[in-house]
């Protein structure tokens, strides 16, 4: 399967823990992003890469949170001290980086449930 | 600033009966507009994307949406719906020009389809 991938698919801890997801994008594939997603609702932006670079960040994105993607290729998110408010889903994407518009690639997403 | 509105958050047809699941877009700049679905414990799909080419836009398992710029509105429909089409459906916005083109998701549309 050549889609994006994320792991774990599921991650359950206690408040005030560390967790470190991981993305693995469309290979060749310049931009990856990082959306959250709670229940009953739809996704929100968190962050984007540019390959190695990451060029946006939405205001959800505390300073708990950080993301990287060494070296343009897979990508991981972390989260330091977890609460109960960060429980979500956690959605990759990729697009080509080409042309105008946009069309991104998701994966199955990682869902975090913290106690 | 761009923004999504879905104005139902649950449709029920029977199977066999048309589908429209409405949505209007507040965009300053030329908008790309999506429509994804997400099925029970599986990743977003793209379903169909608006690129200024034509205004009615077909997409995967019969699904087609018009661009209204008027009226910005980006409607999908279906003439007859089928009971895998039972999802949740999200439209999508994103600023061609002006954004690195992170999506702006709508709250999302559940549909539930009737035997």
């Known amino acids: 399967d050549t889609g994006v991938s994320q792991d774990p698919r599921h991650k359950i801890t206690k408040r005030g823990q560390n967790v470190t997801f991981r993305c693995d994008p469309i290979s060749e594939h310049n931009r990856l992003y990082w959306y959250r997603q709670t229940l009953g609702q739809g996704p929100e932006f968190l962050t984007y890469?540019?390959?190695?670079?990451?060029?946006?960040k939405s205001r959800l994105l505390s300073d708990r949170f950080s993301a990287e993607r060494p070296k343009g290729s897979f990508s991981t998110l972390e989260i330091q001290r977890t609460e109960q408010g960060d429980s979500a889903m956690y959605l990759c994407?990729?697009?080509?980086?080409?042309?105008?518009?946009?069309?991104?690639?998701f994966g199955p997403g990682t869902r975090l449930t913290v106690l | 600033a761009q923004s999504v509105t879905q104005l139902d958050s649950h449709v029920s047809v029977s199977e066999g009966t048309p589908v429209l699941l409405r949505c209007n877009y507040s965009s300053s700049y030329s908008p790309s507009l999506f429509w994804y679905v997400q099925h029970p414990n599986k990743g977003l799909q793209l379903l169909l994307k608006y690129t200024s080419a034509a205004t009615l836009v077909k997409g995967i398992n019969g699904f087609e949406a018009e661009f209204k710029k008027s009226e910005t509105s980006f409607h999908l429909t279906k003439p007859s719906a089928h009971m895998s089409d039972a999802a949740e459906y999200f439209c999508?916005?994103?600023?061609?020009?002006?954004?690195?083109?992170?999506?702006?998701f709508g709250k999302g549309t559940k549909l539930s389809v009737k035997p």
């Open positions: 890469f540019q390959n190695e670079a990451q060029l946006e």
């Open positions: 999508v916005v994103s600023e061609r020009i002006r954004s690195q083109g992170n999506l702006i």
């Open positions: 994407a990729s697009s080509p980086g080409q042309g105008l518009y946009n069309e991104q690639f």
